[in-house]
């Protein structure tokens, strides 16, 4: 078992699969005070097209090349659900359904049209629906690791003013924060973390790992800060707990393995929660009652 | 019948009964919850696959109503939980469908069960699989039972089209003359889940979103009413799975998702030339829709 | 003494923890229109949605011409906020004050040209017949709330229950709506909307329920609407402002 550890190649797809999960931890706490937790689903399918044009393009396979397609793929998205709720009586939710299944469906298109190609079949394409950790070549990882590390920078660097960005923009406007900057500085990160996430977690559950650690950490804590930090540390250890998991196995899939994990966390969180967790909860709603009943006592003795 | 005449027919039902249930999906804002069911249904056809070991059609409309149901009561309870809808919806579908996969990769190992097949559908291997029906004689499998869900989806919504019109326009109105609008909610779900898991076959799990919201999407915008925007919807869902099947055949894919693909260009015409709430109608100064513009501002 | 017809009694209901409404006790009168005032957040709504089962309730009994609410159902009539429901739903005028008869007309059936008649008639009565096919989100805000009140009016009910029914309405629209608010007291019906503007309470309502999370003070307008009660409602956060009548609202901010 410790064999597949000692590998050098699996420690280096162990790491980059934790570095992403802190990443996309972190995000994802932003994504959830934006209210946006389904927008990132959304945004990972629409990165398909993306990284089949990059390919069709370029003829090879470099990950950085095939990230910025699924940036720019996905950037479009974002921008056509934007421009159809905006102009349109059609609610957001719809929009993103939408945008989500017909790029995946367009991806697809192309994704077939490759794969006939001589060769195509090789690409390993068919690997960014699903992920494949093991699949990744050292040049992978390393862009993939770099790319998570500015993301976890920017967001470390600019703590506060997230911070105000995300709970009174009203106020940041009033100090002087550019909401429009800001908006866009969000966008770039939450991008950022879903194509580099897909060659690892895939396009369908990517967005599992920007929403389930974070509102695991909602259990522990009511602080903004420890709710980053808690999220990343479950958004690592799913990351290095499924990509451990799905190597044991030959051909396993490294993202449903990874969100099982992230899963697992938010069960726990959810019944043993310090904060409104299932247990707790019931605690407090025991003792609420029983001062309740008191209450009742003596009003009824002084009646 | 030919194969090819096979293969479109399917098509059409696939459109026609997605285009149906989307309006009130869309309606009802629940085009997130789509999203979800179609991804969780898997797991309700493996799980029916595992106790069964057979991929027979019931068995995986049982299953998939059943997941479809789970599916839709874990993410109210977890509303009830004080977790916003939007992660909600996040968290169920995409733990469930994990769930689906690993049991497909991991356990079963069977060479029917594909996730490929299972999430892209495989729409040209439909005609293969026939069954013999009293009266009709040999049709495809997947056909008969498209057309099953078709029949049970149109009485549903005729049997009872003003008491899904109200609970769709104000729940608390419904609620309060008597309408048993929590039961609605869950037999829309189940209607959802047989739509999907019927379509799954032709289209797969992703693209039946397409073929849901999109078309309804589109006829939104064209009319008021609520008995034209079905008819629309249905007409756009099997405008788009023919144009799609065409599509696909000229160029040589994937034809579920060109069918996606298609509903795309449906709502594309439909966002730029509608008459009433298309680009075009607004950007024409229109001394009528103003109105309408501002009341959506004030709202 | 008129017989009641609403009686409530030590109902309680939360919002997941927090409580918003406590030991409320009243009962109304048959042919009363009362005004339900209260400060933000003091459970006006949830009170009304309480009562018709629309949000649980913790304790208490709430019962109608004697009848617990399941059987008095069909005896009351309910005009929920305007913001509660999407009024770019495809469908017109005509069609939502229909909605209002869908309780009658029962399963399986669909409306007749008689329930559309009723319904347009009640739209007529609210001054609204000519906007009978209008797309519901091409009407004003006060001509949406006429209309909410058309659908009330078909449902020919004993009891009716209103939610802020001239909140952000024309004054043409308020004097449509108090119009018919007293003439369904004058044919002995009973009344309860939720109102938000002080001023005009004495003016509207016949009884007012002050409310801030249970009942402070309920009766006879010209006997409750006092200064001193008012005060008392409102947690003392409000001003007088030179005459009687002008009041300024501080809530809680």
Redesign the interface.
């Known amino acids: 078992m410790w064999s597949i550890l000692a590998s050098s190649t699996t420690q280096w797809v162990l790491a980059s699969t934790m570095i992403l999960g802190i990443a996309a931890g972190m995000v994802g706490c932003l994504a959830?005070w934006k209210?946006?937790?389904?927008m990132?689903?959304a945004l990972a399918?629409a990165a398909l097209p993306g990284v089949i044009i990059a390919f069709l393009l370029l003829q090879e396979k470099n990950l950085l090349i095939l990230i910025i397609g699924a940036a720019i793929s996905a950037l479009m998205g974002a921008f056509l659900i934007q421009l159809?709720q905006s102009?349109?009586?059609?609610?957001e939710?719809?929009?993103?359904?939408?945008i989500?299944?017909?790029f995946?469906?367009?991806?697809?298109?192309?994704?077939?049209?490759v794969n006939?190609t001589a060769g195509g079949n090789q690409s390993g394409l068919?690997n960014f629906?699903?992920g494949q950790a093991a699949a990744m070549v050292k040049s992978d990882v390393i862009t993939m690791l770099m790319l998570a590390v500015i993301v976890i920078i920017v967001l470390f660097l600019g703590f506060k003013e997230w911070k105000i960005y995300l709970f009174d923009p009203q106020f940041a406007k009033g100090i002087g924060l550019s909401i429009r900057g800001m908006n866009f500085l969000y966008t770039g990160v939450l991008v950022t973390t879903i194509v580099i996430g897909i060659q690892a977690v895939g396009v369908?559950?990517i967005?599992?790992l920007l929403?389930?650690p974070?509102?695991s950490a909602r259990y522990w804590t009511q602080s903004f800060k420890w709710m980053l930090i808690i999220s990343a540390c479950i958004g690592g250890l799913s990351g290095a707990i499924g990509t451990y998991i799905s190597a044991l196995?030959s051909?396993?899939?490294t993202?449903?393995?990874i969100?099982?994990v992230?899963?697992v966390f938010?069960t726990i969180s959810?019944i043993f929660g310090k904060e409104?967790g299932?247990v707790s909860n019931y605690i407090q709603f025991k003792i609420q009652r029983k001062q309740l009943v008191n209450k009742q006592i003596s009003l009824d003795h002084k009646g | 019948m030919t194969y090819t005449a096979w293969i479109i027919i399917t098509a059409c039902l696939v459109g026609l009964t997605c285009g149906l249930i989307g309006v009130f999906l869309?309606?009802r804002?629940?085009?997130?919850m789509?999203?979800a069911i179609s991804?969780t249904v898997l797991l309700g056809i493996v799980v029916a696959f595992i106790i069964t070991r057979e991929l027979s059609g019931p068995h995986m409309l049982v299953g998939a109503i059943l997941v479809g149901l789970l599916t839709a009561v874990l993410v109210q309870w977890l509303n009830s939980?004080?977790?916003?809808n939007?992660?909600s919806?996040?968290?169920v579908f995409?733990?469930l469908?994990?769930?689906g996969?690993?049991l497909i990769?991991?356990s079963v190992g069977n060479a029917h069960l594909d996730?490929?097949h299972a999430?892209?559908g495989e729409i040209t291997f439909i005609p293969w699989n026939t069954v013999n029906l009293p009266m009709i004689g040999s049709i495809p499998e997947a056909t008969a039972i498209l057309f099953l869900v078709l029949i049970i989806v149109v009485f549903m919504i005729l049997?009872?089209?003003?008491?899904w019109?109200?609970t769709?326009?104000?729940p608390?109105?419904?609620?309060?003359?008597?309408?048993p609008v929590v039961l609605m909610h869950y037999v829309f779900m189940s209607l959802v889940s047989v739509t999907t898991v019927a379509a799954f076959d032709a289209v797969g799990a992703?693209?039946?979103?397409?073929m849901?919201?999109?078309p309804a999407?589109s006829a939104?915008?064209w009319?008021?009413?609520?008995s034209?925007?079905l008819l629309l919807s249905g007409t756009f869902g099997v405008v788009s799975a023919i144009t799609g099947y065409y599509i696909?055949a000229w160029?040589?894919?994937?034809i579920?998702?060109?069918?996606?693909?298609a509903?795309?260009i449906v709502?594309l015409i439909s966002?730029i030339g509608s008459p009433k709430?298309?680009?075009f109608a607004?950007f024409i100064p229109n001394v009528?829709d103003n109105?309408?513009l501002n009341?959506?501002s004030?709202? | 003494m008129a017989e009641s017809v609403i009686k409530v009694k030590e109902l309680s209901a939360a919002y997941?923890k927090n409580t918003v409404l406590e030991n409320v006790d009243f009962s109304v009168e048959k042919g009363s229109l009362t005004g339900i005032v209260g400060p933000n957040g003091a459970g006006k709504s949830t009170l009304i949605?309480t009562m018709?089962?629309?949000h649980p309730s913790l304790s208490g009994t709430v019962d109608f011409m004697g009848l617990p609410f399941k059987q008095a159902?069909?005896y009351?009539g309910?005009v929920?906020q305007r913001?509660?429901?999407?009024?770019?739903?495809?469908?017109?005028a005509l069609d939502?004050v229909t909605?209002?008869l869908?309780?009658k007309?029962g399963?399986?059936k669909?409306?007749t040209r008689m329930h559309k008649e009723k319904a347009f008639h009640a739209l007529k009565k609210m001054g609204m017949e000519d906007y009978a096919d209008r797309?519901i989100?091409?009407?004003?805000?006060g001509q949406q709330q006429r209309v909410f009140l058309a659908?009330a009016l078909v449902?020919d009910a004993d009891i009716y229950f209103m939610d802020e029914p001239l909140a952000g309405v024309d004054a043409a629209t308020e004097r449509a709506i108090m119009t018919i608010l007293k003439e369904l007291k004058a044919n002995g019906k009973t009344v309860m909307v939720v109102h938000h503007d002080l001023q005009t309470v004495e003016e509207y309502f016949d009884h007012v329920l002050l409310l801030n999370r249970t009942v402070m003070n309920h009766g006879k307008t010209t006997e409750t609407f006092t200064k001193d009660n008012v005060a008392k409602t409102y947690g003392g956060n409000m001003r007088w402002m030179g005459e009687e009548k002008q009041y300024v609202v501080h809530t809680g901010k």
């Not at chain 1, 995946?104 to 049209?113: H, K, N, V, Y």
């Not at chain 2, 049997?159 to 008491?163: G, R, V």
């Not at chain 2, 608390?172 to 309408?179: C, Q």
């Not at chain 3, 989100?137 to 805000?141: A, D, M, R």
């Open positions: 959830y209210k946006q937790s389904l990132s689903d399918h159809i102009t349109t009586r059609i609610t939710d719809t929009a993103m359904g939408m989500l299944s017909i995946f469906g367009a991806g697809l298109m192309l994704l077939t049209l006939r068919d629906i699903f369908i559950l967005a599992a929403i389930i974070s509102v196995g051909g396993w899939p993202g449903p393995f969100v099982l992230a899963g938010f959810l409104k299932i | 869309i309606l804002r629940m085009a997130m789509a999203d991804h939980l004080e977790i916003e939007h992660a919806i996040g968290i995409t733990t469908f994990a769930i996969v690993i990769a991991t996730v490929q999430l892209m049997a009872f089209y003003k008491e019109k109200i769709s326009f104000d608390a109105l419904a609620a309060s003359i008597g309408i992703i693209m039946v979103v397409a849901l919201i999109t999407a939104y915008l009319t008021d009413k609520l034209i925007m696909a160029i040589d894919t994937s579920s998702g060109s069918m996606a693909f509903t795309g709502f966002f709430h298309g680009l607004k009528t109105k309408a009341e959506k004030t709202r | 997941r949605k018709l089962q629309l159902k069909k009351i309910y929920p913001g509660s429901v999407d009024w770019d739903f495809p469908t017109n939502v909605m209002g869908y309780g007309i399963w399986l669909l409306p797309q989100s091409q009407l004003s805000g659908r449902q």
